[in-house]
């Protein structure tokens, strides 16, 4: 069997610990298609945070208890430079973090892609799947954002991080993305699938740029795979993370059923076949959309591999 799954920052990198484990159990082929859309240049160095969080958490990197970042990780370099007054000060980055950028920016700098980039990379780490970031080409979120009357984009990091999503905003722009091609290997992957699933991952932020690369999401809406998703929203509440404040932008309602109304089924021009939802919200009802409900919180990995085998056995290949 060949799973794909559409994933980024916490919630994807969760989720991806229990596709791996069921992946592991069935002798599947698990490949994750990753957000590039957090990716930013600070201090001169390229930062992908989606791509950073999938692979420290599937290598036993990742800080359990911030949920992002190294565990252990120590902050001389941030401490330095905010005491020569550096900007960006709003973003930290952690010592051990910096290395791995230093290294992802001289291989791109000496003319590497980024999936290249991410496979050397994942030599040291063993995530145990297959990372893949959506595009090699530049994909950066945009804020388009109100400050002192006036509109402006700003990255999505520093509306999420600096402001903390606090500051007016009226939508957001994939910028790159309508020409950007898959990375190599994305369409490969998903044309060989026999499931492709949507991770509990934010829906606007997470999961909506890799599908606005024109080829993937065609690649998904026309597949033969049946496409699966899970609510990243459990009741009215995003699992975790901002994805509330992201939808009010997006003027879509913070339920299960908004989230799944936002991609839309592959019957009526989206990319959906099937919707995994909380038994908090047993009931909801989808068109063209089959519904399920069980346990959604990853508390732990059995807990997370028992949501993707649900998954799985919603598409019909398990």
């Known amino acids: 069997m060949r799973i794909v799954v559409l994933a980024g920052g916490i919630g994807g990198?969760?989720?991806?610990?229990?596709?791996?484990?069921?992946?592991?159990e069935l002798g599947a082929e698990v490949t994750a298609v990753v957000n590039v859309g957090d990716d930013v240049t600070l201090h001169g160095l390229r930062i992908c945070p989606d791509l950073d969080s999938v692979m420290?958490?599937?290598?036993?990197?990742?800080?359990?208890?911030?949920?992002?970042?190294?565990?252990?990780?120590?902050?001389?370099?941030?401490?330095?430079?905010?005491?020569y007054g550096a900007e960006p000060t709003w973003f930290g980055l952690g010592d051990k973090d910096i290395a791995t950028h230093l290294v992802r920016t001289r291989m791109l700098d000496a003319g590497y892609p980024l999936s290249a980039v991410t496979e050397a990379l994942c030599d040291r780490w063993q995530p145990g799947i297959r990372m893949l970031p959506a595009s090699d080409d530049r994909v950066e979120t945009h804020a388009v954002v109100e400050v002192d009357g006036a509109s402006r984009a700003i990255h999505f990091q520093e509306w999420w991080i600096r402001h903390r999503a606090e500051i007016p905003t009226s939508r957001f722009v994939f910028v790159g993305a309508e020409a950007a091609k898959p990375a190599a290997g994305v369409l490969d992957a998903l044309a060989a699938a026999d499931v492709v699933l949507v991770a509990p991952s934010n829906p606007v932020v997470s999961v909506a740029p890799i599908l606005a690369v024109p080829a993937i999401r065609e690649a998904v809406a026309t597949g033969t795979a049946p496409v699966v998703g899970v609510s990243p929203i459990i009741g009215t509440a995003p699992v975790r993370g901002m994805a509330d404040k992201c939808l009010a932008v997006m003027d879509v309602e913070c339920s299960p059923a908004g989230v799944a109304g936002l991609f839309g089924a592959r019957t009526s021009g989206g990319i959906l076949d099937g919707w995994l939802v909380d038994e908090t919200d047993t009931g909801v009802e989808v068109p063209g959309l089959t519904v399920r409900a069980r346990p959604l919180w990853m508390t732990d990995v059995p807990a997370t591999s028992a949501i993707v085998r649900e998954a799985l056995s919603l598409a019909g290949v398990a």
């Open 13 to 24: 990198a969760r989720f991806l610990l229990g596709v791996r484990a069921v992946g592991q």
């Open 56 to 83: 420290y958490t599937l290598g036993g990197g990742a800080d359990p208890e911030r949920g992002w970042g190294r565990v252990g990780e120590t902050w001389t370099v941030k401490e330095e430079l905010a005491a």
